[in-house]
């Protein structure tokens, strides 16, 4: 519910899904979940303002919204169905995925790797594990961070950026290990609020 919750706040910034929240979470829902998604709010806070019924946290509109997309949320749609395939490739890629990940699907990577391969071009899937979601968002992270330095030198750059067109790669280290840090603290609030009773559908 709570990634279903995250879709129409985010999209609705985005490609206006609806004009007030009323028309797609039921009260009191509607006057409290689109704060929660403020990136001001913990894990653990989502989680306890989020329902786990969606028949109770949506609307009948936005169920159907949902059930049949039309107007600007098929638009939307279409947009992010052409995350591997409709754009210019300008920097190497690599897809991460985790094979015990129960909420993304690995069959989204290998169909991502085939679109941009009948493209001409080349994406290896790097697998982090037999880990789950939360702990492949932490992995994951650190194991961009570490390519991400291996490419921070010139030498490595040229050598790399020759098997595709990319203009070129720069890294901010402190930055990157920030996010890394970031993200290990974002799957650890996760991590506390589920011991307590709360879930991540």
Known sequence: ?????????????LHHL????????????????EQLFDNQHTGQQVVIGTLDDISQLLTPHALQMLRRPT????AALRIADGTCTDWTQRALIRLYM???????ANANSYRCQAALHSHGIGAPVVSVGDVDHLDSNRLG??????????LSSPSAISASCRACRCRGVQVASHHLDVVAGLTQGTTEQFRRSRRRGGSVP
């Not at 519910?1 to 129409?8: D, E, G, N, S, V």
């Not at 609806?18 to 979940?33: G, K, L, M, R």
């Open 98 to 104: 985790a094979t015990a990940d129960e909420q993304a």
């Open 1 to 13: 519910m709570i990634y279903t919750a995250y879709l129409l706040i985010a999209w609705n910034r």
């Open 18 to 33: 609806y004009d007030s929240p009323t028309e797609v979470f039921q009260a009191p829902f509607d006057s409290t979940i």
């Open 141 to 150: 992270t650190a194991a961009v961070v570490r390519w991400f330095l291996q």
């Open 71 to 74: 107007g600007p949320l098929a």
